[in-house]
């Protein structure tokens, strides 16, 4: 079935530097891409998405690109900020929307520190 | 963005009685919701897909009896987890759908049976 990988953390950086969370993707069919952001303490939320292959979702900073050729839909954000501490999760949707189920990696926690 | 709420956050229960955990979408409509259960350090799994005014969906290997699902209005969902056992505690979130392609998560209950 549809499976969703990605990098094992703890990732810790000092503040300002470079962040990249891998994330690769089996899925037989064409499906939407997500990164999921949790707070300490609040919900998952959306942080951006990709719908078909090579867009770029982008929010905050952060950015990804769907790569049907790699399978991947790696996480990146230039310079980041102690504030941008959470647990990252890379997800799926067989039906290539939100509305429908979500397959998720097994989150990756970023610790930033000043 | 829209706000889900779960209720209790944290509930600790005897091992042989049943526990209600409560799903609410409290800005929006949601005519479906997803239970997902998460073990510390894994991934969110999805157990069931609720839809109003309709039986659930479970997902392969979810015991549809254990874990009994209503969705008795466009803004509440309820998990009951019957006659719990140590093993089922875990740490329970739901998300709703928007219906226009994006799901917003509740903060998650945490379950422990004693």
């Known amino acids: 079935g549809d499976s969703v990988t990605q990098m094992e953390g703890p990732v810790t950086l000092s503040e300002e530097a470079f962040l990249t969370i891998n994330c690769t993707y089996t899925?037989?069919?064409?499906?939407?891409l997500f990164w999921y952001v949790q707070y300490p303490g609040e919900g998952l939320q959306l942080l951006l998405k990709?719908?078909?292959?090579?867009d770029k979702g982008s929010n905050k900073g952060f950015e990804a690109t769907y790569r049907k050729e790699t399978t991947s839909f790696h996480l990146e954000k230039g310079s980041v900020q102690v504030s941008d501490s959470a647990v990252y999760f890379c997800?799926?949707?067989?039906?290539?929307?939100?509305?429908?189920?979500?397959?998720f990696g097994t989150g990756t926690l970023l610790a930033v520190q000043p | 963005g829209a706000v889900v709420s779960q209720h209790p956050s944290r509930v600790i229960c005897k091992s042989g009685t049943s526990v209600k955990i409560e799903c609410r979408s409290l800005d929006f409509q949601a005519t479906t919701m997803f239970w997902y259960r998460q073990f510390p350090k894994q991934s969110l799994m999805l157990m069931a897909t609720s839809n109003e005014g309709s039986k659930a969906t479970y997902e392969q290997g979810v015991e549809k009896d254990k874990f009994l699902i209503n969705h008795a209005s466009l803004t509440l969902s309820t998990l009951t987890v019957t006659s719990a056992h140590p093993e089922d505690s875990s740490f329970y979130i739901c998300?709703?759908?928007?219906?226009?392609?994006?799901?917003?998560f509740g903060p998650g209950t945490r379950l422990t049976v004693t």
């Open positions: 998300s709703a759908d928007t219906g226009v392609g994006e799901q917003y």
């Open positions: 899925a037989t069919g064409y499906p939407s």
């Open positions: 997800a799926l949707s067989e039906g290539g929307g939100a509305t429908n189920k979500l397959i």
């Open positions: 990709a719908t078909k292959a090579d």
